[in-house]
C-alpha cells in the first residue's frame, strides 16, 4: 500500500510536506505493531492501548492521520468515528492548553525572563571562555552550545514555535526562486530577515510573511553561521552529524538545555508565554481591571474603546 499516493489521490490540495508527516507516522503506527499492513486499525482499542503512555499531542497526531487514510481507504464511518470522537477530546485538551492559563506541568516549568536571562548570561560566559566565536574547526559540544545559544535568542526576540526547524539560509537575490515548501533566514550583507512559508497560521496569513531580524540578533545569528561554517542552501540547525534537526529533536535539545542551566524545562511554547507575560503581562492585568471598572469585558473595550491612532 503506498500510503503517500493514497491520500494525495483523495486530497489533492494538501500540501505534500502534510502528506509526508502522516507517512511518517503511520508507519511509525505499523512498527508500533510490528506488521506490514495497517489491518490494526481495524481495532481501536488496540490503537488506544497503544498510544496511551504518549503525549495527548502526539496522540492527537497520530489520530489525525489514521483518520486521513480511513477516509482515503473509504472505511466504515463508524470505525472513522471512534477515531475522530478521541481525537477531538484531545482537541479540546490541547485548546485549553493554549489559554493564558499554565497548566499544572508549565507552573513547575514556567521561567522568568529574569532566569532565561540568566541562562542566556551564563552561555554567554561559556561561549567566550571557550573563544568560541573566534575558535577554528569547533567539535560536536562547542557547536551545540553556539547553536542552543543562537536558538534561544532568536525565540525570546522573535519568539517563533518550531518553525526554525528546517529552516534554510537564502540571500535577498536567491530567495524568489526558493521552494515555498521550507522556511527560511535571508541573509544580506546588512539586513537580515525571515521568510515564513510554512507554519502554523500560514493558511490565515499566507506564505511570504517577511519578520524582520533586529540587529542584535542577527550578530548572534552571524557570529553562528561564521562559525558552523553555513552556507547558502544550507539547513541552518544540523545534528552533529550533520542531519536537519527536525520539530521534535529541537524541542528535546530545548528541554534539555534549559534543564541543565535552570533546571527548568523551557520549551517553545512555554518560551512564547514567557515573552508575552514578560512584555504585555502587567499591561493585560492593567486592562483587565480597567475593563471591570467600566463595566464591560475586554473584546468591548478594544472593538469599541480603543482608537487606533
Do not use: C, W
Not at 480597567?290 to 491612532?309: D, G, P, R
Request: proline share 2%; aromatic share 8%; hydrophobic share 35%.
Amino acid at each position: 500500500m503506498n500510503v503517500n499516493e493514497i491520500i494525495s489521490k483523495a486530497r489533492p490540495n494538501s500540501k505534500p510536506s502534510t502528506i509526508k508527516q502522516y507517512s511518517i507516522q503511520l508507519n511509525q503506527l505499523k512498527k508500533m505493531f510490528e506488521t506490514d499492513n495497517y489491518d490494526f486499525l481495524k481495532s481501536p482499542k488496540n490503537v488506544f492501548s497503544k498510544l496511551e503512555d504518549k503525549h495527548f499531542t502526539t496522540q492527537r497526531n497520530f489520530y489525525n492521520s489514521i483518520i486521513v487514510l480511513l477516509m482515503a481507504l473509504d472505511e466504515k464511518k463508524e470505525l472513522i468515528d471512534e477515531y475522530i470522537q478521541v481525537r477531538d477530546e484531545l482537541n479540546e485538551k490541547y485548546n485549553d492548553s493554549q489559554t493564558n492559563k499554565i497548566s499544572e506541568k508549565q507552573k513547575k516549568n514556567f521561567a522568568t525572563m529574569e532566569e532565561i536571562e540568566k541562562m542566556l548570561n551564563q552561555m554567554l560566559k561559556e561561549i567566550k571562555t571557550k573563544k568560541l566565536k573566534s575558535k577554528k574547526n569547533l567539535n560536536g559540544k562547542e557547536k551545540e552550545l553556539l547553536m542552543m545559544y543562537t536558538i534561544f535568542n532568536m525565540l525570546k526576540i522573535i519568539p517563533t514555535r518550531n518553525e526554525i526547524a528546517g529552516m534554510i539560509l537564502s540571500t535577498p537575490k536567491k530567495y524568489s526562486k526558493e521552494d515555498k515548501e521550507f522556511n527560511y533566514l535571508v541573509v544580506g550583507r546588512d539586513k537580515m530577515y525571515y521568510m515564513m512559508n510554512q507554519y502554523k497560521t500560514n493558511k490565515t496569513y499566507g506564505e511570504d510573511k517577511k519578520i524582520d531580524v533586529p540587529v542584535e540578533l542577527s550578530k548572534i545569528i552571524r557570529i553562528f553561521i561564521r562559525q558552523a561554517e553555513k552556507k547558502t542552501g544550507d539547513v541552518l540547525f544540523t545534528t552533529s552529524t550533520g542531519n536537519p534537526i527536525s520539530k521534535n529533536v529541537l524541542s528535546q535539545m530545548l528541554l534539555k538545555t534549559s534543564k541543565k542551566y535552570i533546571d527548568k524545562g523551557v520549551s517553545t511554547t512555554l518560551m512564547r508565554k514567557i515573552v508575552v507575560s514578560h512584555e504585555l503581562g502587567d499591561l493585560k492585568k492593567k486592562q483587565e481591571d480597567l475593563a471591570f471598572k467600566m463595566n464591560h469585558s475586554v473584546a468591548t473595550q478594544n472593538k469599541i474603546y480603543i482608537k487606533e491612532s
